[in-house]
């Protein structure tokens, strides 16, 4: 991780901040322009091109992508007793959470006859991304099945990448069954957006994308949204910062710094704190529990695009986070609930020592599809809210459009707009209010 000394009195100036909390670079337009050309395939060819680079990029030949029944028994009976209870207590979890979310239906009256109310309805069908590749996120599932359920969407339409043998993770298909998702495909990548953007032969047409993916899953649905095709946000390789005082445990936050560099080698962590010794504590832990870690190759290469901050004090790294606007954000400080009321910016929030990222990526109830890359100025994460739209509605009585309707014909004829007056007038025409109005 690359250390840099903010205490010297750096001039804030936008042109420095865009240096230093850059992230990782990738080449946009040829990216872009690969993405572009297999959703045009997909769109013109269907099926055939989905096994096209299925074989390309998953190594794998399928006649069929839906998960049969029998494949769905079959991978209950491998996944192992306790890991069907964890996935059942983190879904429990993550339903309570979600739950809670549900709006309350209320009618509420503006003027005496004028009624307005706005009514929940649930996205009709739904596709939901789960990633696969190095680390098959079964977890995933419960975040984009789970609220999907509660919203009620009436169809759930699942892709994920299958391993070489031609199959899903077996713990990806058990959480599939928890969560309610009746359809499965093992289709991955920028094909599956595709097949799920356009519907193939085999993969329905959906209203809305769901998922997080890598650079390549992010690109394909920021392109489809530009044809119509809603998405949840854009929603790209992982990020963590943490914010630590002197009263931190550095080997704690090694851990969580290490925790997202292994999702992949474009993952990028922060750490902002005001100690040098801190900073050094942080980094020897950080090799040492690094020989450890399965995925040491990675983590290592994501923490070379990583960074410390050290600054001056609370005031700047709250400025610096809100600037950065991160995924996630851990507060490990003594006043960790006070300094959460100044997060303007951050997909989720995790406060004190002993509440590690880990555990909302999993189990805590929170949801995990957050967004990336900056998006958190402007995006919220994965909710019950993200399955729905949301209808306004109004009901006038005659005496309500009579309470209303100077309002109403005044505003148009300021406008220049006079049907919409007139709408109101010849509805009020014969109108011969109560003495009382």
């Known amino acids: 991780m690359k250390v840099f000394d903010l205490r010297s009195g750096i001039e804030w100036t936008d042109g420095n901040w865009n240096k230093l909390l850059v992230r990782p670079a990738y080449e946009g337009s040829s990216l872009e322009t690969s993405v572009a050309s297999i959703l045009k395939e997909v769109k013109e060819k269907g099926d055939q091109a989905v096994r096209h680079y299925s074989r ?3 190594n794998v030949s399928l006649e069929k992508f839906e998960v049969s029944s029998r494949e769905m028994e079959e991978a209950e009976e491998l996944v192992p007793a306790e890991l069907k209870a964890a996935i059942q207590q983190a879904s429990a979890n993550i339903g309570l959470f979600h739950k809670k979310q549900v709006e309350e239906f209320r009618v509420i009256e503006t003027m005496p006859g004028v009624q307005c109310w706005r009514k929940m309805v649930p996205i009709q069908k739904v596709g939901l991304y789960v990633p696969g590749g190095t680390a098959p996120l079964f977890s995933t599932v419960l975040m984009l ?15 994920s990448p299958p391993g070489k043998d031609g199959r899903l993770q077996p713990a990806i298909l058990f959480a599939a069954k928890v969560s309610g998702i009746s359809r499965i495909f093992k289709v991955g990548g920028v094909q599956a957006i595709a097949a799920l953007a356009y519907g193939t032969e085999s993969i329905p047409k959906v209203n809305k994308i769901f998922g997080p993916g890598n650079q390549y899953v992010t690109s394909a649905k920021k392109l489809v949204q530009m ?15 943490v914010y630590a005082d002197q009263s931190a445990n550095p080997a704690f936050l ?7 560099a292994e999702h992949g080698i474009d993952s990028q962590v922060l750490l902002v ?4 010794l801190l900073a050094s504590q942080v980094l020897l832990e950080i090799e040492q529990q690094a020989k450890n870690l399965a995925r040491k190759k990675i983590a290592g290469e994501a923490l070379e695009n ?26 490990a400080c003594e006043n960790a609930e006070e300094l959460a009321g100044r997060v303007e910016n951050a997909g989720s929030v ?23 890359n900056g998006y958190a100025k402007a995006f919220s994460g994965v909710s019950v809210d993200s399955f729905v739209k949301k209808i306004t509605f109004q009901k006038l009585s005659r005496e309500g459009l009579h309470r209303i309707g100077k309002t109403v014909r005044l505003m148009a004829e300021a406008e220049g707009l006079g049907g919409h007056a007139h709408a109101v007038t010849v509805r009020l025409k014969d109108y011969s209010p109560f003495p009382e109005d």
Do not use: W
């Open 227 to 241: 044809e119509g095709i809603a998405i949840d946000m854009p929603a790209g390789p992982s990020e963590l910062a």
């Open 254 to 260: 090694a851990a969580d710094l290490l925790s997202q």
């Open 56 to 58: 390309k990029f998953d």
């Open 306 to 331: 990583s960074k410390i901050f050290l600054v001056s004090g609370e005031e700047e790294a709250m400025k610096l986070l809100n600037e950065y606007a991160p995924e996630h954000l851990i507060l």
């Open 145 to 159: 099945g789970i609220p999907a359920r509660i919203a009620g969407c009436r169809e759930m339409i699942m892709c």
């Open 273 to 276: 704190c005001c100690s040098d």
């Open 350 to 372: 995790f406060l004190g020592y002993y509440s590690p990222e880990s555990a909302g990526d999993y189990a805590t109830g929170t949801n995990h599809t957050l967004p990336t």
